[in-house]
């Protein structure tokens, strides 16, 4: 008895020093905690509350009664997701939006970090980078508009190409082979300077001996940058693009939907307005709900996939 009651102290009391360390560092350390505490809050209520109603995707759903009195018909949605041509052609789309983002969005990124990282005037520098950062800050809305006013049949660029070129006018936003050319350019021009962010603190961590000891070794400015800039960033450009992976399935509704007319829809419509569609406007909940969880899922299998293709080439990864 006596040697049983031992056993069981001596099994309890490392985890409950471990967890008396905890609660004492978590205390020492509690307005670090407060500081994370709006973001946790964030996504636990709009992140992980509403994944309750995924359940959904598994009903026959009738909002005129419990989301638990619906009928339960299994994976009869998830079924019609492949079935449907008109799904197929909205996931061709949004695959081929994202790739397009990823090819040519991405990079400009890096370039746009590597270019403002060799200015060495600080205060040009500054100008540059604000002007860059701003237009992140305007919403789709505004962005839509500005590019519409440019491009539309009365705009500057088509009055310039008559005007001054004597051309036909191009209708950039009617034209469906014009609509992915010009949703990765409002990408690019909106985006691309917000997320140098991220790759100009990764620069300015990077040694300044290396570049000493690359000048002394002759290695001209091009070469500074191909042996040292990009191999010191490599890690963070491997994370962000494993993450961009992860988003794959997921270019976004507003700017999608505010480009869309009935010109361009077979082209342009992804899979956030196909759910808008399907969901909100024709009111198949059930179904829409199975879109949305599919493109879930394929987004999570991507991230677990370039985890593991980037340990493999010896990067950290994400986890």
């Not at 056993?7 to 350390?29: S, V």
């Not at 994202?98 to 520098?125: H, V, W």
């Not at 310039?160 to 990408?187: E, G, H, R, S």
């Amino acid at each position: 008895m006596n040697e049983t009651a031992v056993q069981t102290r001596d099994t309890r009391q490392p985890n409950t020093g471990r967890w008396n360390g905890l609660k004492r560092r978590m205390w020492r350390e509690r307005y670090i905690y407060l500081l994370l505490l709006p973001g946790v809050l964030y996504f636990v209520i709009y992140k992980y509350v509403p994944m309750a109603g995924l359940v959904i995707a598994f009903q026959d759903f009738n909002p005129f009664t419990s989301i638990w009195e619906n009928d339960w018909i299994g994976f009869k949605n998830f079924s019609r997701i492949f079935a449907d041509k008109e799904v197929v052609n909205v996931i061709w789309n949004t695959i081929n939006i994202s790739l397009l983002q990823i090819l040519m969005a991405f990079p400009i990124s890096i370039i746009l970090a590597l270019m403002l990282n060799e200015l060495r005037n600080e205060t040009y520098k500054r100008i540059i980078q604000s002007m860059v950062y701003l237009p992140h800050f305007l919403s789709w809305v505004v962005v839509v508009g500005i590019f519409v006013v440019f491009l539309r049949g009365e705009g500057l660029i088509n009055k310039f190409l008559t005007d001054t070129l004597n051309w036909n006018q191009i209708p950039f936003l009617t034209d469906p082979a014009l609509f992915k050319p010009v949703i990765i350019a409002q990408i690019i021009w909106k985006e691309s300077g917000w997320s140098t962010i991220i790759f100009l603190a990764a620069l300015a961590g990077v040694n300044p001996q290396l570049y000493e000891a690359a000048v002394i070794d002759g290695a001209s400015r091009w070469r500074q940058i191909w042996h040292v800039t990009l191999p010191a960033i490599r890690s963070v450009i491997v994370i962000l693009f494993i993450l961009r992976l992860g988003s794959v399935m997921d270019t976004g509704f507003e700017q999608i939907f505010l480009m869309l007319n009935p010109f361009n829809m077979d082209t342009g419509n992804v899979l956030d307005t196909y759910v808008y569609f399907k969901g909100i406007q024709q009111g198949d909940v059930s179904f829409a709900t199975a879109v949305g969880m599919f493109k879930g899922l394929v987004g999570l299998v991507l991230v677990m996939a370039a985890n593991r293709i980037a340990k493999r080439f010896g990067e950290d990864g994400l986890y």
